[in-house]
């Protein structure tokens, strides 16, 4: 409670003392009539100016190193543009309340890394309330590398900027389809083989395969996954819900936008959940189950199938499975359907836009244009090198004109795990403000089942009911978040009584009238009036 109503102060103070001060538009920021055209920028810069960066670091080198500074990439990119940076990082998971710190404070560095379509209100209201530069003229003076990629990418293009034609940040693309599909069901094949079972397809395949495990293998929690930061977390981008036609949040049905929960899919989503966890083909601490718990889990035999991508769940579970049976085998299996034969019509499928590691340059910094120059870096044919593969000769090496990884990465002498040590000299394996190399994940997944996993997860329909990358006006935003923060504490408190049997099936009708009080209707109308407006770009 103390949090929430700290928070909640924050939120008060940003909203009433900002406005004050940020009533002025900078000229950078308005837009050009005339764009010029942008001058090449040579590398390194000569500079005396040192731009302060706040962002996270990213959580695959948690207990590696402590800050920025002492990360060899972001060394290296210093030397390499010849600009100096001060580096600024919250605490780890708390990206957003040190946000929200920083902002009431007033002391804002030159370039934020935040995912700025969560901020209240949206990008737009970032910009308004003067934290965040407009970046049209920066982008047309100052970002000649990222300007070209837009324009020989018009798709991309539209997802990274407002219905109002509002640039707000550097963005972090996906440069291949290969590389927008990394999560899905993952079984042990060798618990299926020595049971003589086929890779399960259909919810009942799955039944059936999770009883095996149960009662002939000693699965104590045949099936389980994380469910941090929420309630069954990693099963919300498809598995098991779609099976049932819906998913956990907003999607399109055929040109419609649908909430799951509302539909009677997920009913039945609830009913074969309830089934399961009576019959001990759940994991029992399903509800409070986090990361640790299912690795754990995993590597020990208790459990057989579960939730994971290629890298973080594939690759970080075989070898732990291999060391307790050297026999063991994890594979990627498909996204389960009810009648055998359909394409599953949920799956995990990032957007080309990925809405992590965008940068912004702030309103009040008084070095856009050098910030500009530094971040468009990482869009030039020398930046897209260096952001995926890091400096040639130690994180990799041209091999038949090939950029492959050093053992540096590969078998890190340290035994840094492969994924550790690509984030120590590279960002390729998780983002940033450049465009991902598909060559980066060609490597990072180290085993042929990772790559066939891929292969399997992303044959769903997936495309045709996963909405965009939509901005809600900032009054529709801020009247959305109110709603949705009602409506997905709701959903929660119900899958979870259901799940866990404490609440009959029979309640849902009651729940669903809940939702409707809560004004999902109107949370559906902001969403299509997003989308329409999308649809215009």
Known sequence: MKKLLASTMIVMMIGTTVACSTKTETNASKESTAPAAAATTTYPIKTDKTLTYWGELTGNITGVKTTHADVPFFQEW????????KFI???????????????????LPDMIEYNFLTFPGGPE??????????????????????????????????????DSGSYYAFPFIRGDEYLQVFQGPIMRKDWLDELGLPVPETMDDWTNTLRAFKEKKGA????????????????????????????????????????????NGYKEYLAQFQQWYKEGLLDKNIATADSKAVDSSIASGATGASIGNAGGGLGKWQPLVQAK???????????????????????????AYDTGGMVAITANSKNAELAAKLLDYGYSEEGHMFFNFGKEGVSYNMENGYPKYTDLLMKNPDK????????????????????????????FYTMQTQRDAVNVWKKTDADKHNLPQI???PEESSEYAKIMSDINTLVDEMTLKMVLGSESIDQYPKYLEKMKSLKLDRAIEIQKAALDRYNKR
Do not use: C, W
């Not at 299996?333 to 957007?351: A, R």
């Open 89 to 107: 990082a919250p605490p780890s998971g708390q990206a957003k309340e040190g946000l929200n710190v920083m902002l009431a404070s007033g002391d």
């Open 325 to 351: 049976d050297p026999k063991a085998v994890l594979v990627g299996v498909p996204y389960p359907v009810l009648k055998k034969g359909d394409t599953p019509q949920f799956g995990q499928k990032s957007s």
């Open 471 to 473: 901005t809600p006006t």
């Open 220 to 263: 104590a929690a045949p099936l389980t996954f994380n469910s941090k930061p929420n309630f069954f977390n990693d099963s919300y981008n498809g598995a098991f819900l779609g099976a049932f036609g819906v998913n956990r949040n907003f999607y399109l049905d055929n040109g419609q936008i649908k909430f799951g929960p509302a539909e």
């Open 78 to 85: 210093q030397k390499v543009t010849g600009v100096p940076l």
């Open 125 to 162: 209201k970032a910009i308004k309330d003067g934290y965040i530069l407009k970046l049209n003229d920066v982008i047309d003076k100052y970002a000649p590398n990222l300007k070209k990629y837009l324009k020989e990418h018009p798709d991309v293009d539209k997802m990274i900027k407002t």
């Open 416 to 443: 840094l795990a492969p994924a550790q040590a690509m984030s120590l000299y590279t960002r390729g394996s998780y983002n940033g403000p450049f465009v991902q190399d598909k060559r980066y994940v060609e490597q």
